[in-house]
């Protein structure tokens, strides 16, 4: 393998590590912050998820470009290789893959727990909702907007504003 090309992308891969570690961070967060940060913290997460794509999609090309090289490096990044099927050159990329496994399984570990988190905010958000709905000043808000046409209300031949 050309080792340019195994520079480039070692350094593609250095730079996904790099985002999954933030990537990671941001799900922990999701876990303990305040309700109202659940929100920024997980457009944060789909950013980083676009930012990965793209770098994948770096990674892609070079895999295309290198011919019979790049189908090689290509299964090395889908983990469909093991150790002993990789050539000596393309060990530092199997095992920067490696360290990306290992991070990605312990991010699937943590996203079950920022899911559940999310699912029980939600759910006590629901509640208070139907709480609210089912209190007197609900049943008087329904006739409130029942007859409100929008327009200002005047009451009496001075037309005061009620």
Request: proline share 1%; net charge negative.
């Amino acid at each position: 393998m050309d080792k340019l090309y195994e520079t480039k992308i070692i350094e593609l891969l250095d730079e996904i590590k790099g985002k999954l570690l933030i990537f990671e961070q941001e799900t922990i967060e999701i876990m303990s912050c305040d309700i109202d940060d659940i929100e920024p913290h997980s457009n944060n997460r789909l950013k980083i998820t676009k930012e990965l794509d793209k770098l994948f999609g770096h990674i892609e090309l070079l895999c295309s470009e290198m011919g019979e090289d790049g189908d090689r490096v290509r299964r090395i990044i889908k983990s469909s290789r093991d150790l002993t099927e990789t050539a000596p050159d393309e060990e530092a990329i199997y095992f920067k893959m490696q360290e990306l496994i290992s991070l990605l399984n312990r991010i699937k570990d943590s996203d079950v727990q920022a899911i559940d988190r999310i699912e029980l905010e939600k759910d006590n958000l629901l509640g208070k909702i139907k709480a609210e709905n089912k209190g007197a000043g609900a049943k008087a808000a329904k006739f409130i907007v029942g007859t409100n046409d929008g327009r200002q209300k005047y009451v009496g031949t001075g037309g005061k504003l009620v």
